[in-house]
């Protein structure tokens, strides 16, 4: 079998199903009053002098496509495997690293730091985002090479979604690539700019929300809670 490349017509298939239609004719429907036999017939070639995906092939053929016109991770410039020792929010940070750049799972960290003052400063950081910025080397973005590595202390920054500096009694609110932030009241929320799916930080939201919520508390990065949505449509 000759290896799968790249195919553009496949982009304006939402399933295999419309891919198998695609081929099918009037005439087959009204001769073939069944659509199973009908897509039986055309992949096998009756109705059509081209190659016919199957199911598997089709996915990956679609798949290398849009790979190809949007490339979504640099396996080299990872840094999660440089994590040492066992503190659970870096190991935990570090296996979401992956699948966050590859926009299959998006994580909001929630961060508490102590400040030599004894006043905390806090903040929501887009997971995805932060690591992007700092892969483009965007002035001002988190090292997370050095995060990773131990080197680097993560802290909370005006400029991610949420931030709140205690002793100053200042907040900020920001979009990001992946997220509108929205304060409403007392509530905090995060809407998901692909699939419109509300991320809510709270214990016990008043209303539904897709993430998963896990608490760490971490020796190296202090106070920690990962929100983890699962993106049905990506950016």
């Not at 055309?42 to 053929?61: H, P, S």
């Not at 640099?74 to 659970?88: A, F, I, W």
């Not at 920001?174 to 304060?183: I, P, Q, R, W």
Request: net charge positive; aromatic share 10%.
């Amino acid at each position: 079998m000759a290896a799968l490349r790249p195919d553009f017509t496949l982009l304006k298939y939402n399933t295999y199903a419309e891919y198998l239609r695609s081929f099918q004719s009037v005439k087959d429907k009204r001769y073939i009053n069944d659509e199973d036999t009908i897509n039986s017939l055309v992949k096998l070639g009756y109705t059509n002098t081209g190659r016919i995906y199957e199911e598997d092939e089709f996915k990956k053929c679609k798949d290398l496509t849009w790979e190809l016109i949007n490339p979504k991770i640099k396996l080299c410039l990872m840094s999660g495997h440089l994590v040492k020792g066992d503190d659970p929010a870096l190991l935990a940070l570090a296996e979401r690293e992956r699948p966050n750049l590859l926009k299959k799972l998006s994580t909001i960290i929630f961060l508490v730091v102590r400040l030599p003052s004894g006043f905390d400063v806090s903040s929501y950081k887009d997971f995805e985002h932060s690591l992007r910025l700092f892969d483009m080397n965007t002035r001002g973005a988190t090292n997370w090479k050095g995060v990773f590595e131990g080197t680097h202390k993560l802290l909370p920054k005006p400029s991610d979604l949420s931030f709140f500096d205690t002793q100053k009694k200042y907040v900020t609110y920001n979009d990001s690539d992946n997220y509108h932030t929205l304060s409403i009241g007392h509530s905090l929320l995060f809407l998901h700019k692909g699939d419109h799916k509300m991320i809510v930080p709270e214990l016990k939201p008043s209303i539904q929300t897709t993430a998963n919520r896990t608490m760490f508390l971490s020796p190296v990065l202090g106070t920690i809670i990962l929100y983890d949505h699962v993106v049905r449509k990506p950016i």
